[in-house]
């Protein structure tokens, strides 16, 4: 379910948990999520029930994706609950000497060896899906298929219904009761992880479990899902799943003299142990570096996408264009390599299973051949005129999938608001019922429009070019005429004969989702599917999608993307074919008239109508149908559904993460002034930077720490030379995490209280070395102790003249710019680097205000730069209209009034850094 999850499964998120939080960036406990989350559960538990509902306002689902998305008081309050991640462990001198003992130089040697094992995991997890799904719907389907060719209405729908019920109930259970972190096909939350966003319980071993269980379950309910959406989080899980004991072994250590006798028993093994474990440890320790664990994280989830499409070059497009925000060339290899290994791993375990079943006696006769998803035999002539439907279904799919955006976001946006105002065991049951409902009425639905449609006779004749393609299969439902299907041919060529008659209705529903797809790309079947069939299929996929989206099960909705297209899309091409027919033209002489066709074109444009992804949209049309011969005319479609639907909505899953209110940074800032983009070059960072910013000093007290701690929340504090009368400059900034696992550590024992300074404490009666206190933070999750040892401090005397020297712990590769640099270049440095903290510094070198990454949303950038020009241009010009003038006009009154008002700002940047 693509929506949040209840106020006690929030609280119990901010649990300290190490899924993707690399060494030295753990988030501490209590943060300001903490704070606010559990103050208001305990002291207010009707404040998420008080919280008032906005379904319609201006920034609510519809909205140009220009626009930026403006959060509510309440959505604020829960953006605030998420931390920051940053790529790169803190540069500090005990990190270099951890790093200079054990990984002094870096090998490619064990990255390509994961990339390898992900690619081939994906390619076997894909595999066992796709086969458990079809081993029981091949279990299910003949009891179906007697009730349908029978025409027993009654019997049909209870087993129908019954058995989807059965399993999307379960599926729900585990996503409600189970697992909660399983809900929905997680996309949101991972393109938020590889952002920099902190979301816990996502990337482990249990979620991998039960989201392999849960997904498959709710392909089999024949809710209009798919598994797609599951299996690139899937893929992003592997590779911190396998990280996971080499990051740990990396930690270990071992003493150099415990196997020096030769005469102890087992020593020759246990040396030979430690030389092996001490030739890998260098390599191992580089997995424990946030950038790495991302990149393997990319490039799962990229492996994810190629496995369950078959289609390698989709699935490094979609990793480049959706999920990284740090792209480069080296990862592009990578990444194809282990897509590549997924779909080749998928395709040889598909030809062991095909040639097994065939009872093919020797491995050397197995018969290899390569079958795209959704293959097209017939191929068919193109003209220039195609251009033309070609834009029109690039429109109308861009409409459509604006219209199923902002629908799914409504039903999702109350059932989340909904759920919230009541109680936990109120709200889970239902969560289950609402899938239980959901079902029911597709199902029910779904047996009632049976006798709308008669059956339609046919005798046709298919061509495969390759045997192991998947033909049309049709269905029949009360026929009096028995429908004959046989194959002749051989292992290059088969010819599929088709005689009798079949339902439409029966043929659209009682198929998997794929092969509905299937069945209307095929070529040269204009006569197979009436429109009224398909407009009502198109009416309930569209609806039933939108719903089942935001149901408690784990699964996405790519392949429902795909089948909403093809459905309209085969509307239009059956409607032009039978306009030309009516005319009296000859549809066949034009060639690029074909159902078939304008299915693909459909799908092309509503998969990127919602996606915006228009190079993954035309790539995955390539490969899945194999026919390049309409890559022109897929382009077209793309580019205008692309176009149109940004003038109404954002993408699905950038608006899911808006209502998430995850604070994701986009691609690219752009502000606006009155549907003008504003050039945010005539800005500087001072316009948006938080101050005051509370500092540390580079000696500083265990007393002080301490009230640091328990008087702000902030997740890292600036170092400073100097003392309290004077400071003299930044030296760098240290964590949050690391100042409490300092404290924690504290040994008190032979310190003499009355010796000053660095006599008092220093690192090596710290007894904490960087392999230990960025590794494990277990002790973080005991925040009671925390705060009991944090108030012995504050109120025992002796500590109030203990020194702890900061030194070893400062970051000194912290970024900091002045205060007149460029805002719009601070955004890319922040956004590009992994940035969790941007020092602002003056002249001097003292620090006088603190970037983050809420500090750069594009809502909060986009109030303060409208303030300021308002504030501006009412100084300037009085009541001068502003609308007649252009944004670069404004930009450059604005820049001129604020460069006359340096001046006399400095006294006010005196006082601000006395208060620093």
């Not at 194809?336 to 791993?345: E, N, Q, V, Y």
């Not at 899309?569 to 033209?585: A, H, V």
Request: proline residues 3%; hydrophobic residues 40%.
């Amino acid at each position: 379910m693509e929506q949040d999850q209840s106020k006690e499964e929030i609280a119990e998120e901010f649990e300290i948990n190490n899924d993707f939080v690399t060494a030295g960036q753990e988030d501490t406990f209590p943060s300001r999520s903490q704070v606010f989350l559990e103050t208001k559960i305990n002291e207010d538990p009707s404040f998420f029930r008080s919280q008032p509902i906005s379904y319609f306002s201006k920034g609510k689902d519809f909205q140009k994706s220009k626009e930026v998305h403006q959060h509510t008081s309440y959505e604020k309050k829960v953006l605030n609950t998420f931390e920051s991640i940053p790529t790169y462990p803190c540069h500090t001198a005990v990190y270099k000497a951890w790093l200079k003992k054990n990984s002094p130089f870096k090998s490619n040697g064990e990255s390509w060896l994961f990339i390898s094992i992900i690619g081939i995991l994906m390619g076997i997890i894909a595999f066992s899906i796709k086969l458990t799904v079809e081993k029981l719907y091949i279990f299910q389907h003949p009891i179906m298929e007697t009730y349908v060719k029978r025409g027993e209405v009654v019997r049909l729908w209870f087993y129908y219904c019954s058995m989807s019920c059965f399993f999307s109930v379960i599926a729900s259970f585990i996503v409600v009761y189970v697992c909660p972190s399983t809900a929905g096909s997680g996309m949101p939350e991972l393109m938020a992880i590889l952002n920099g966003v902190a979301v816990r319980k996502m990337l482990s071993i249990k979620v991998l479990f039960w989201k392999i269980l849960s997904s498959s379950l709710s392909i089999l309910s024949t809710l209009p899902v798919g598994f797609e959406g599951p299996m690139i989080h899937i893929g992003s899980m592997v590779p911190t799943i396998l990280t996971a004991p080499y990051k740990c072994c990396a930690n270990m250590s071992v003493p150099e003299n415990r196997y020096a006798n030769d005469n102890v028993e087992g020593s020759r093994v246990s040396r030979f142990c430690l030389r092996m474990y001490t030739r890998i440890r260098s390599d191992l320790c580089r997995l424990r570096d946030g950038r790495e664990r991302q990149v393997l994280a990319c490039i799962g989830a990229a492996s994810g996408v190629a496995a369950a499409l078959n289609a390698p070059i989709t699935g490094l497009c979609f990793s480049m264009e959706e999920m990284s925000s740090q792209w480069n060339n080296s990862l592009t290899w990578q990444t194809f390599f282990s897509c590549i290994l997924a779909c080749s791993t998928t395709e040889l375990l598909n030809i062991i299973l095909s040639n097994y079943e065939k009872q093919v006696p020797h491995p050397i006769d197995y018969t290899v051949t390569e079958v795209p998803l959704f293959d097209t035999t017939e191929k068919l002539r193109t003209g220039i005129s195609s251009v033309v439907p070609a834009i029109g279904i690039g429109i109308i799919g861009g409409l459509l999938a604006s219209m199923f955006i902002a629908m799914h976001m409504k039903i999702t946006r109350f059932k989340k608001y909904t759920f919230e105002r009541l109680n936990r065991q109120t709200g889970n049951a239902l969560k289950i019922l609402d899938t239980f409902i959901i079902t029911v009425l597709f199902t029910t639905i779904v047996i009632l429009i049976l006798p709308i449609q008669n059956c339609r006779t046919i005798q046709h004749t298919q061509l495969q070019d390759n045997i192991e393609s998947k033909p049309m299969e049709l269905h029949a439902y009360a026929c009096e005429a028995k429908l004959q299907v046989s194959v002749q041919g051989n292992n290059s060529a088969s010819t599929v004969s088709l005689k009798g008659e079949y339902h439409e209705i029966a043929t659209l529903f009682f198929n998997t989702w794929e092969q509905l797809i299937r069945n209307l790309f095929t070529r040269r079947t204009h006569d197979f599917f009436s429109v009224s069939a398909l407009s009502l299929t198109l009416g309930i996929l569209f609806l039933f999608s939108s719903f089942a989206g935001s149901a408690s099960v784990s699964a996405g909705l790519m392949i429902p993307q795909l089948a909403i297209g093809a459905v309209y899309g085969r509307i239009l091409g059956q409607s032009f074919y039978n306009l030309i027919e009516i005319s009296g033209g000859d549809p066949v002489r034009w060639g690029w008239v074909d159902p078939g066709l304008f299915a693909m074109l459909g799908s092309a444009s509503f998969f990127a109508g919602t996606s915006r992804l228009p190079i993954t949209s035309v790539i995955m049309m390539i490969e899945m149908t194999n026919d390049v011969n309409f890559v022109f005319l897929i382009m077209v479609c793309v580019l205008t559904s692309k176009f149109i639907g940004d003038q109404f909505t954002h993408s699905l899953y950038h608006s899911l993460i808006e209502l998430k209110c995850m604070p994701f940074l986009e691609p690219e800032l752009r502000i606006y002034w009155e549907d003008k983009r504003v050039n945010l070059e005539l800005f500087e960072v001072g316009d948006v930077m938080a101050e005051p910013v509370q500092c540390v000093r580079v000696i500083e007290t265990v007393q002080n720490l301490a009230e640091v701690l328990t008087t702000s929340q902030h997740g890292g504090y600036p170092v400073v030379k100097g003392s309290e009368e004077a400071v003299l400059g930044l030296i760098g900034i240290i964590s949050r995490m690391e100042i409490i696992i300092l404290l924690c550590n504290l040994d008190m024992e032979d310190v003499d209280l009355d010796v000053y300074g660095l006599r008092a404490i220093d690192i090596e009666r710290l007894h904490t070395m960087y392999s230990q206190y960025s590794r494990d933070p277990k002790v973080l999750k005991n925040y009671e102790a925390i705060n009991k040892l944090l108030n012995i401090y504050l109120l025992d005397a002796r500590y109030k003249d203990l020194y702890i020297n900061l030194v070893p712990y400062v970051d000194t590769s912290t970024f900091k710019i002045t205060k007149s640099f460029s805002l719009e270049r601070s955004y890319n440095i922040f956004r590009q680097m992994g940035l969790r903290h941007l020092v602002v510094v003056d002249d001097d070198n003292q620090v006088i205000g603190m970037i983050t990454r809420k500090d750069l949303l594009g809502s909060e950038i986009e109030k303060k730069i409208h303030h300021l020009i308002k504030h501006s241009m009412n100084r300037t010009f009085g009541a001068y209209d502003h609308r007649k003038d252009n944004i670069s006009g404004i930009s450059v009154v604005i820049h001129e009034a604020e460069s006359n008002e340096r001046i006399t700002e400095t006294e006010d940047q005196q006082q601000r850094v006395s208060t620093v």
